[in-house]
């Protein structure tokens, strides 16, 4: 049994990276992701040894926080772009954005200009990285159908993140041992103009999302902030995300101060430090993969946020070189637990027409807490000392996690029962086609009922306002006088009034004890004729009932149909 598992999950897990690597548009899509990421890792490498050399840790935190501020502001704000008409398009926008502001740091750094000069391109070049993983979240979605192929797409978007994680401070530890500065903004300028590039060539169809009504950024951010505020599961995973940022704004201080002043290692050794989380994070993303089809994505959440901050506080304890190298490493495995479950929950459970703005708040709680982390851990080694610092900060993830613990396995249920409606609608040939995102939609609105043996579901020449799924149970459909078909589970049935707003074209009657689950037309007809490949299938199947109707029967009926 347990071997049998076993293959199951490595099935899965070989299936993940399978699906991402046929789907074209997924490819370039976690592709460009790797490059941008690859490129922030190096450069926040290279900008924390610019403000160490002008003004030691201190600096570092100040210069952590000016960079993030601006970031947590324009966040939120300008999401609600990406959803507004074809997210891959901010993406490119952005990515052009930072690799300009980049490539204008290494000129200044070149020239030995003023530092200032360097920190304001930073914060260009963070606010356009902010925007970029709201985007980029709010696409993937977009791209999948079920799912199993959203959470395999965020673990392989999880393993790109920590090959960056590692890729990015690596490459800037080797060219700073051989060159300077200068060489690490350029190369990260470079990643970033080829993830435009590769966005560029994304072509797919987008979900059908309701026409902006306002063109008002600052109300369609707060709609971004209120879904949130709404609903609580979103609220405990965004306000995690801020306890990790906040411990990975505490890293950018600690992988410097600690290299220079308690390991003794000098500036390359920052760049070891934050390659050994590179590491972790690239190690753990390959075994997360396994998990994809697991249902305790909440639960490995809580795990996730916990390793964020207790290998901090080891090396507090344990300040030896190895030992830390060792201990940061498991900080990489939280990442790829947090990009595996933290994304693919927040993707699932916020709605598609508001989720890149959810992700903006998302992005926003980041900038702020990574700010607030770098400025803290400052303030907090010049006040209790490195070791101590080490421990405080260490120690807040861990606690947070346990008190959320609860909650977070409780969210599993409410995900798993909504993986079973999806699964129900996508059994309709005419709702297969549909993205991810909108068949979701269409489950949210489901509503159950049930109907006896024997009884009727609803007359001919009735008024249509229903679409209907059979989750168990059959029906006969009685149409021109006599049964034209017979219905089972996972069949639909009611379009045709909704499509053609028409009456009832036939009668359908319960055999067997019916359970259903409905739609009303306000949610179905929006969502099935806005997606052109739904909506073909949807007249194929209203044209494929209307011929069971032979003319001469119809006929007979005082209420043909259509």
């Known amino acids: 049994m ?59 935190g100040l210069v952590g926080l000016l960079r993030m501020v601006p970031s947590a502001i324009c966040a939120p704000l300008l999401s609600p772009i990406a959803d507004r008409g074809r997210r891959e398009r901010v993406l490119v926008l952005v990515s052009t954005v930072r690799g300009i502001a980049t490539a204008a740091a290494a000129v200044v750094a070149a020239i030995a200009g003023p530092a200032a000069i360097v920190y304001a391109l930073a914060i260009v070049s963070t606010i356009a990285a902010t925007l970029f993983r709201p985007a980029h979240s709010a696409l993937l979605p977009s791209l999948c159908r079920t799912g199993y192929e959203l959470a395999s797409a965020n673990m392989v978007r999880g393993l790109l993140d920590s090959a960056a994680t590692l890729v990015g401070p690596l490459l800037a530890a080797i060219l700073l041992q051989f060159t300077d500065v200068s060489v690490v903004f350029g190369v990260a300028a470079a990643a970033s103009l080829w993830a435009a590039a590769l966005l560029a060539r994304v072509r797919y169809d987008a979900p059908p999302r ?8 600052l109300r369609e951010a707060a709609e971004g902030v209120k879904a949130v505020a709404r609903n609580r599961d979103l609220a405990i995973i965004i306000g995690l995300a801020g306890a990790q940022a906040f411990t990975r704004g505490a890293l950018t201080v600690f992988s410097v101060v600690v290299a220079i002043e308690l390991l003794g290692t000098g500036e390359p050794g920052a760049g070891a430090l934050m390659t050994a989380v590179g590491v972790g994070a690239v190690i753990a993303s390959l075994v997360a993969s396994l998990l994809v089809g697991t249902k305790r994505l909440g639960a490995w959440f ?50 598609d027409e508001v989720l890149a703005r959810v992700f903006g708040v998302l992005e926003s709680f980041v900038a702020v807490f990574i700010g607030i982390g770098a400025v803290a851990t400052s303030g907090l080694i010049a006040w209790i000392g490195l070791q101590p610092a080490l421990i405080a900060v260490g120690l807040v993830c861990p606690v947070l996690a346990v008190v959320a613990w609860r909650r977070l396995h409780g969210l599993d ?72 078909a017979t219905l089972g589970p996972g069949e639909g049935f009611g379009e045709i009034a909704l499509l053609r707003r028409t009456p009832r074209t ?7 004890r019916l359970e259903l689950r409905m739609l009303r037309s306000d949610q179905f007809l929006p969502i099935v004729l806005g997606y052109t490949p739904s909506a073909r299938e949807a007249e194929l199947a209203v044209d494929a009932e209307l011929e069971r109707y032979s003319p001469d029967e119809a006929s007979e009926d005082p209420s043909p149909p259509a």
């Open 2 to 60: 347990a071997d049998g598992r076993g293959r199951s999950r490595l099935r899965d897990a070989a299936g993940a990276f399978t699906s991402n690597a046929l789907n074209p548009n997924l490819r370039r899509a976690q592709l460009s992701f790797l490059g941008a990421w690859t490129a922030e890792w190096a450069f926040t490498v290279a900008l924390g040894i610019v403000a160490y050399r002008d003004g030691g840790a201190a600096a570092v």
């Open 210 to 217: 309701p026409p902006a009504q306002r063109r008002d950024l």
């Open 302 to 351: 809580a795990v996730g946020v916990a390793l964020w901050g207790l290998p901090l506080a080891l090396v507090g304890v344990f300040p030896q070189q190895a030992a830390a190298l060792v201990f940061l490493s498991f900080i990489g495995v939280g990442n790829a637990l947090i990009d595996l479950a933290g994304f693919t929950l927040l993707g699932r459970l916020a709605p």
């Open 413 to 484: 249920r409410a995900v798993g029962a909504l993986d079973a409606d999806v699964g129900l609608l996508q059994r309709v040939p005419m709702l297969a086609p549909l993205p991810l995102p909108s068949i979701e939609q269409l489950a949210r609105g489901l509503e159950p009922a049930e109907v006896p043996a024997g009884e009727t579901v609803f007359s001919q020449g009735d008024v249509g306002d229903r679409y209907y799924v059979i989750e168990s149970g059959e029906a006969d459909v009685v149409g021109g006088g006599r049964v034209v």
């Open 506 to 512: 036939a009668t359908v009657v319960a055999t067997s």
